[in-house]
């Protein structure tokens, strides 16, 4: 069953303006959405307020049990939300399992985060007053989420804020709302009160939220998408002074050292560049390899990435799907374009194939000079752009000459070496010899213009609570 009306209070609610959402690999109409205006944001800011009173209220034990439960119940239909992941966003079935595990498991892990909600006593030095530090839910929360992980991006949001004892109202990206819409009726088998998670598509997005982040009610705004709309959300927030966790974009370097065990870092280069058909935060985005192994790591990349079978992400041999619309397609091959302009050699990829479907082939391009837009900017699909590099603090001054900073890949056969550049280097998270960061028991997030505040981990249910300090004499 697919859901498409708004979901306020526990109930679903039709709306006269809708819009649809398109199959990526067929172009076809997958379903028409009902779109939120602000009386809709009204009426789910009213029913996140009364449900937020008694869920703030239940012990940590009576809030994680509900946690637990919905960490079940998404396991135990991982295929079914894998299945409309591929259907709204393309990625292929392989890829749409993956998030689905990965969104289950923030339940799981805010489930056992909720009774962990740590505090402090403590003797004042000087006056030896006590002093009673404890963390409390900080009110509600507005998440907006984008298309690229319609599970993931918003279980990573929703589960810390039910842990902390928020109530909440998702945004979800207009290209694929349907997988959050899909995840109500799970929630509320789990237990989840009616009003306590409240979602709203809407193709009237900035006034939308706008709207919500001037409501007295709000006091925080979880947003993850691209720098530009979160520097937009921020300044918005600043008019309430709101609680803000921003996750952003990224530039991700892949550096691969001439000690390199090449098998690990071919595997960990494919696993950081293709998960997701690179369309990641997290996903590669230059590579730069030692000169003295460029040509052998060059040659089995592109026999790697020329190996992958590209189709309708619902078909079980297909390992790369479509890219999620017409401009995100077109961008890549803007990208690639304007390297091969500049220099850069195509090894395998390079065309977009004709007929229906956003698809891009995986595509390798060598000698990629450092003023070509893909090193400045996220490719965001299934290209990897290869630069070599001979001197190793050269090599992470140019990894670090970036605004973003989310996360960065090294790879060396030298632990200790491996371990000084990881300190290095300008980002929130490092892999090391590892294509792959993302854990829900990690904090997950960057510095610079990727972001602010951490998801996952012991900080990601911080980011839904407020710090309250007495200072008590008894
Ligand atoms: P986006 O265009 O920024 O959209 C993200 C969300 O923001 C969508 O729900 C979108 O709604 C909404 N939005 C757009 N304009 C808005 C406005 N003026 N006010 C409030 N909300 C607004 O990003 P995207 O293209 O969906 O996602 C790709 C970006 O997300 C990339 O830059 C990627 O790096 C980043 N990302 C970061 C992380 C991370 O953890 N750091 C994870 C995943 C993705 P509509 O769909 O209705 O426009």
Redesign the pocket.
Known sequence: MVYTDLYINGAWHKTDERFDVINPATEEVLASVASAGLSDADAALDAAEAAMAEWAARTPRQRSEVLRRAWELMTARLEEFAHLITLENGKARADAMGEATYAAEFFRWFAEEAVRADGLITHAPSSGARIIVQHKPAGLAVL??????PAA?GTRKIAPALAAGCAVII?????TPLTMLALMPLLEEAGVPPGLVNVLP??R??AL??HMLHDPRVRVVS????????R??LK?AADQVLKPAM????NAPVIVFEDADMDVAIEGTMLAKMRNLGE???AANRIYVHEAIAPEFTRRLTAAMSALRVGDGTDPGVDVGPLVNASTRDKVAEFVADAVAKGATVECGGVVPDGKGYFYPPTVLSNVPEHADCVRD?I?GPVAALQTFSDQDDVIRRANDTEYG?VAYVFSGDMKRGLQVCERLDYGMVGLNRGLVSDPAAP???TKQ??LGR?GGHEGMLEFMETQYISANW
């Open positions: 907006i989420t984008p298309w690229n992980y991006m945004k979800p990206a207009s290209e809407s193709r997005t900035g939220v706008d947003f993850t998408g691209s720098t530009g709309v979160g937009t959300l918005g996750e952003l974009g990224g990641a935060c997290t996220e965001f989310l997950f997030g960057g990727s972001g998801e």
